[in-house]
């Protein structure tokens, strides 16, 4: 299926009140957030709370929240520009984070309306502060396992809560807590409206992190904590479904927030090697320093690519549903749901990408880059996490798979109808002449084929497996970095073609180059995950087929990297700062 690029979304058609708002924020994070970096990440008592107090005052707590409970009704693309500019700020940007996505955001789609009415308001206005309770010690990546059980008291007024949970954020300050528990025997969730004051709830010491040391992270204990009826969230067994579609907006929200943290990296990595002299030149004239900082450039606009195409998508997708549902909370979390791999890809490959591009900047700084006193060393230590926030990188490459699947069989993908006609194009190959393709042509076609040997691969491997397939991990793995290579290509592909459009071919040589890099190197990486893929299952024929159709459809013309990352680079240089 082909996607019009006037259909999507980018970066450069925000809006004049988009672009106050994120303003709004680089300002906030100018002056309250990056100048107590290290009061933060002490942990100084009422800091943190304080600062998203201040953020709520600002309306920086509220800006998707509906008008009619005080918010600002936002798009979710405005949202996921906020989210980027916040993700600047290190530890702020979890706590604010975690407060305004699923510190809030389960009361406010899955809440009754007298439940809208009591939280909503304050959480948005900063009043109160937002925790999400799921994880527990013996429930990480399989959540459904959790053992905190509620139980009905004998004048059915309260649920008792008995349990623990950890790894919570903004548990050290949050007023408001969203907990997960099992009614009576019952073997899925339910999800409950915990406040801090009911009684029954203790605390442990902050944990010691590596990074995002100023964030609050503690386990809690709930012993005998009362839980009115009313404050059960959701319906009874509803609390799995509440999680997981929870986890869906996460994910994409974590996809925008590295986009923050990665240009930061780039402005800290470029502006040193404007600075820094070696050999009686500055490093930023080396051809390997030229690389890292392209290479930094054309990943972190990859994800962004991929962020707001996905955003505009879910925007779209919401309105649908919400025109046609009864219930627009419910209604808007169905379109999450819809988004699942979308979700997973960008989760995973923003998280990597950020791991990227932080760890060139401290190979930048050189022997500086290890040194406290630098502001990268933050950076690299506070990047880690993202690869296990929101389900681990694991797991959601076997999400990115087992969707795929899963719109291939519900007939939202034609996945197995182009695989088929894939394998019968390898079957039939003929060497022969093609007349030479514009540009534009060229790339479609890369990206088309990409598409087709991903499927014809996933094909093989769906019927040689059949149900035991989401056993064979390495083998998803291999399919799920080729799905994310092609999403983020193509989401490239789109942007720049857009551009052109608004800028005239001669605005976009540069884009051009990223994109000539991005794919070129696509396609080996593709080739080289399927390869892996299909030599773990595939014999006789089929092993035949899926290796010419991997040559044929990774089959890209040759670049000049050097030369189209030396342009990108000589930009970024130039002006100092991401400019992309």
């Known amino acids: ?32 957030v990056l100048p ?45 520009y906020a989210s980027e500019i916040m993700g600047a700020g290190y530890s702020f940007a979890v706590g604010w984070s975690c407060h305004t996505g699923i510190g809030t955001l389960p009361i406010l789609y899955y809440g009754n309306p007298e439940q809208l009415q009591k939280y909503i308001p304050r959480l948005a206005s900063g009043e109160w502060l937002g925790a999400y309770c799921l994880t527990e010690p013996g429930a990480g990546s399989d959540a459904n396992s959790g053992t905190t059980k509620a139980v009905l008291s004998e004048d059915g007024k309260h649920y008792i809560l008995n349990g623990q949970k950890m790894w919570i954020t903004n548990a050290g300050f949050a007023d408001v807590f969203t907990v997960f528990a099992k009614i009576d025997n019952d073997r899925v969730l339910s999800a409950f409206i915990v406040e801090r004051t009911f009684p029954g709830i203790t605390f442990n010491p902050e944990e010691k992190k590596m990074g995002i040391k100023g964030s609050s992270t503690r386990q809690i204990f709930f012993n005998d904590c009362r839980v009115p009826v009313e ?35 780039i402005d800290q990595s470029v502006q040193y090697a404007n600075e820094r002299k070696q050999f009686n030149c500055l490093i930023s004239q ?36 919400v025109a046609k549902g009864e219930d627009k909370g419910r209604d808007t979390m169905e379109a999450f749901n819809h988004f699942a791999l979308e979700a997973a890809v960008l989760k995973v490959f923003g998280s990597e990408m950020l791991d990227y591009v932080v760890d060139e900047a401290v ?40 969707n795929a699947l899963k719109k291939g069989a519900k007939g939202v993908l034609p996945t197995m109808e182009i695989a088929e006609k894939a394998f019968d194009e390898i079957r039939n190959l003929k060497t022969e002449k093609h007349a030479k393709l514009d540009y534009y042509q060229e790339k479609d076609g890369y990206i088309a084929g990409f598409k087709k040997i991903i499927l014809m691969v996933l094909k093989a491997a769906s019927e040689k497996f059949t149900r035991t397939l989401m ?3 390495e083998i998803l793995s291999n399919i799920a970095d080729s799905i994310m290579q092609l999403y983020t290509a193509e989401s490239v592909l789109l942007r720049v073609k857009k551009l052109e459009s608004i800028k005239g071919e001669e605005g976009i040589k540069v884009y051009r180059d990223i994109l000539d890099v991005l794919v070129y190197d696509a396609a080996a990486r593709i080739s080289k995950s399927l ?21 044929h459809f990774t089959a890209v013309a040759g670049v000049n990297v050097k030369e189209a990352r030396r342009r990108i680079a000589d930009r970024l240089i130039d002006e100092n700062r991401y400019c992309f």
């Open 531 to 551: 390869k892996d893929a299909s030599y773990s299952f595939a014999f006789g024929e089929t092993r035949d087929l899926l290796e010419k159709g991997i040559i």
């Open 36 to 80: 107590l970096l290290d009061r933060i990440d002490a942990q100084e008592e009422g800091l943190m709370p304080g600062l998203l107090k201040k953020a709520g005052e600002l309306g920086l707590l509220a800006i998707t929240v509906p008008e009619e409970l005080e918010g600002f009704g936002q798009s979710f693309v405005t949202s996921m």
């Open 363 to 402: 190979q930048i700084f050189g022997g500086m880059g290890f040194s406290a006193e630098m502001p990268v060393d933050r950076g690299y230590r506070d990047s880690r996490i993202n690869r296990i926030f929101e389900g681990t990188n694991e797991i959601n490459r076997l999400l990115v798979v087992d």
């Open 231 to 265: 404050n059960l969230l959701g319906k009874r067994g509803e609390g799995y479904r509440i999680a997981l579609n929870i986890l869906h907006m996460g994910r994409i929200k974590l996809g925008g927030n590295v986009i923050g943290s990665a240009k930061k990296a």
């Open 286 to 321: 080396f051809g390997a320093i030229k690389h890292k900082l392209a290479e930094q450039v054309i990943r972190t606009f990859a994800n962004e690519s991929a962020v707001y195409r996905a955003s505009r998508h879910l925007d779209d997708a919401i309105s649908l549903y």
């Open 471 to 473: 056993l064979e991990q």
């Open 1 to 32: 299926m082909e996607t019009d690029p006037a259909d999507v979304f980018i970066p450069e058609e925000l809006d004049e009140e988009q672009k106050m708002i994120g303003q709004t924020c680089r300002d906030f994070l100018d002056a309250e």
